[in-house]
């Protein structure tokens, strides 16, 4: 697990092993909030992660989340959509839903996308994805930046669950898919 921020130091061997770790043994990995920041210029991190990041355009704030897999693990005991107040990603290249399976999103009639911050176009605010790493298997989320998400049982869940399934102890495949209209 990750829970970083800024270009957190490490060797170039430690950042190989790292992705061998994940990629080529097949282990977990789980992005928590600031995990996609700490390295702007390594792309290989950005491509097992599935995102750069790009802004938090309303930093905290309360959106209304949609559950787009509500058969994957993490999922299970969510209902279809919600509210969370949390502080909310964008993301960048190579964030693409043909790369990962985007389990959470925000509601883009809960949010201002009229936000001077807001660079997507395509209003796709993924807040929680999973995708293939290699053998590999990765969990992203941006949720965590509030001591309230933590407390949060759904949050906890998310999380819980996400660990489970990195660790193969649950089952679920990545279905990317398009954003739902």
Not at 121 to 136: I, L, M, S
């Amino acid at each position: 697990m990750f829970y970083t921020n800024g270009e957190t130091d490490m060797t170039p061997q430690q950042k190989a092993d790292l992705l061998s770790w994940v990629h080529d043994e097949g282990k977990g990995f789980v992005a928590i909030h600031t995990a996609n920041i700490p390295y702007p210029s390594w792309q290989a991190y950005a491509d097992m992660i599935g995102a750069n990041w790009d802004n938090h355009p309303w930093n905290i704030v309360e959106a209304r989340v949609r559950v787009e897999r509500p058969d994957f693990p993490a999922m299970k005991d969510l209902p279809r959509e919600f509210v969370l107040r949390d502080e909310f990603y964008q993301y960048t290249e190579p964030y693409s839903r043909d790369k990962v399976d985007v389990l959470i999103s925000i509601d883009p009639g809960s949010v201002d996308l009229g936000n001077r911050n807001v660079h997507r176009q395509d209003a796709d605010f993924p807040v929680a994805w999973v995708k293939q790493y290699g053998k590999g298997r990765v969990f992203s989320s941006a949720l965590g930046h509030t001591d309230a998400a933590w407390d949060d049982p759904r949050v906890q869940a998310i999380y819980l669950e996400a660990i489970k399934w990195v660790l193969g102890a649950t089952p679920g495949e990545p279905r990317p898919h398009p954003a739902p209209k």
